[in-house]
């Protein structure tokens, strides 16, 4: 199968005058249609910067100097601004983390669903506005012909976060790109939204990258999860597989920080040591080695690549299958 997105040795560099800060540093994965795959790590690891690059909306002082994205065979890099905007919205679209600041504060929020319908179709005015009612209303908002006049102030956290998802689900995007979606949501809000989410793939066929810090949520939805440390992914594999048999260090302090049922109350969790390393100052070496119980001499004399380990599992680390056993 051919893959929806293709994302190939991306390096998103930030030129600051106090130097060079390497956010996104050879990224490269793919995700097939209908797929939903998670791309985790702490805050910082460069996650919602490759994101960015997807979109075309990295902020200044930021630039892609590397690498080629492409989406349905087609390089989004070599697009002209107004060939970008056609695809965000349409064929790619947006879930923030902060749905008050993705929110027109001045604009009811069933026009603003009704508004990304009149961009990128044919619809009338009121075709496009029955549209938006009736979305609104499938994302489970009460009395949606009523409130689909209301603003964005006038939601809860939880119902603002429905409007961002109807919007981003306006126009049957191929391609939905989640950032953070359930931040600062209280949990039964989240599986809430995350069951939007898998209702969208499931209905609409879309697939879905999912960003997050927080693995419990990703594993939950995801049908494959990317690890990202220090602007690279030092892992990649089917959820079930990195959850039984992670090969990365990192990624198996990721998941030993998982709260258990099990635990016993009062037990603390498992923490990481150490700091990420300056990205500003990327050692050319293992960029976790500072933080790694396996460290051995290899590690401290050049980088891991990022290698097929079995089939579909991805693992940038110098350990044999066997090292975490």
């Given at each position: 199968m051919k893959p929806l997105l293709e994302v190939e040795n991306l390096r998103a560099h930030f030129f600051m005058p106090s130097g060079v800060l390497k956010a996104a540093d050879g990224v490269s994965f793919q995700i097939q249609p209908g797929e939903i795959v998670a791309l985790a790590g702490e805050s910082g690891s460069g996650k919602?910067?490759?994101?960015?690059?997807?979109?075309?909306?990295?902020?200044s002082p930021g630039r892609i100097v590397e690498g080629a994205i492409r989406f349905k065979g087609e390089d989004l890099l070599s697009l002209s601004p107004e060939e970008m905007r056609r695809i965000r919205g349409r064929h790619i679209s947006v879930v923030l983390q902060d749905a008050m600041a993705a929110l027109n504060p001045v604009i009811p929020v069933g026009e603003q669903v009704a508004d990304i319908l009149l961009a990128h179709t044919s619809d009338s005015v009121k075709q496009a506005w029955e549209k938006a009612v009736e979305l609104l209303g499938k994302m489970g908002i009460p009395r949606a012909r009523e409130r689909a006049n209301y603003y964005a102030h006038e939601f809860s956290g939880g119902m603002q976060q429905r409007v961002v998802i109807s919007t981003a689900l306006a126009c049957n995007p191929e391609l939905i790109i989640a950032d953070e979606p359930t931040t600062a949501l209280d949990?039964?809000?989240?599986?809430?939204?995350?069951?939007?989410?898998?209702?969208?793939?499931?209905?609409m066929g879309s697939a879905i990258l999912y960003i997050s810090h927080d693995l419990a949520t990703a594993v939950s939805i995801c049908d494959r999860i990317m690890i990202m440390y220090a602007g690279e992914i030092v892992e990649s594999a089917p959820t079930r597989e990195i959850?039984?048999?992670?090969?990365?260090?990192?990624?198996?302090?990721?998941?030993?920080?998982?709260?258990?049922?099990?635990?016993?109350?009062?037990?603390?969790?498992r923490a990481i040591p150490g700091f990420p390393p300056n990205p500003m100052d990327l050692p050319s070496t293992c960029r976790f080695a500072p933080r790694c119980s396996y460290v051995k001499d290899e590690c401290l004399a050049r980088g891991p690549e990022l290698v097929e380990r079995v089939p579909g599992h991805h693992v940038r680390c110098f350990l044999d299958e066997q090292g975490l056993k």
């Amino acid at each position: 199968m051919k893959p929806l997105l293709e994302v190939e040795n991306l390096r998103a560099h930030f030129f600051m005058p106090s130097g060079v800060l390497k956010a996104a540093d050879g990224v490269s994965f793919q995700i097939q249609p209908g797929e939903i795959v998670a791309l985790a790590g702490e805050s910082g690891s460069g996650k919602s910067v490759t994101t960015q690059c997807i979109m075309r909306l990295l902020p200044s002082p930021g630039r892609i100097v590397e690498g080629a994205i492409r989406f349905k065979g087609e390089d989004l890099l070599s697009l002209s601004p107004e060939e970008m905007r056609r695809i965000r919205g349409r064929h790619i679209s947006v879930v923030l983390q902060d749905a008050m600041a993705a929110l027109n504060p001045v604009i009811p929020v069933g026009e603003q669903v009704a508004d990304i319908l009149l961009a990128h179709t044919s619809d009338s005015v009121k075709q496009a506005w029955e549209k938006a009612v009736e979305l609104l209303g499938k994302m489970g908002i009460p009395r949606a012909r009523e409130r689909a006049n209301y603003y964005a102030h006038e939601f809860s956290g939880g119902m603002q976060q429905r409007v961002v998802i109807s919007t981003a689900l306006a126009c049957n995007p191929e391609l939905i790109i989640a950032d953070e979606p359930t931040t600062a949501l209280d949990v039964t809000i989240q599986l809430q939204i995350l069951s939007l989410l898998l209702e969208a793939r499931d209905k609409m066929g879309s697939a879905i990258l999912y960003i997050s810090h927080d693995l419990a949520t990703a594993v939950s939805i995801c049908d494959r999860i990317m690890i990202m440390y220090a602007g690279e992914i030092v892992e990649s594999a089917p959820t079930r597989e990195i959850l039984t048999n992670p090969m990365h260090p990192y990624a198996r302090g990721l998941i030993d920080s998982i709260p258990s049922l099990g635990e016993r109350p009062m037990e603390f969790l498992r923490a990481i040591p150490g700091f990420p390393p300056n990205p500003m100052d990327l050692p050319s070496t293992c960029r976790f080695a500072p933080r790694c119980s396996y460290v051995k001499d290899e590690c401290l004399a050049r980088g891991p690549e990022l290698v097929e380990r079995v089939p579909g599992h991805h693992v940038r680390c110098f350990l044999d299958e066997q090292g975490l056993k």
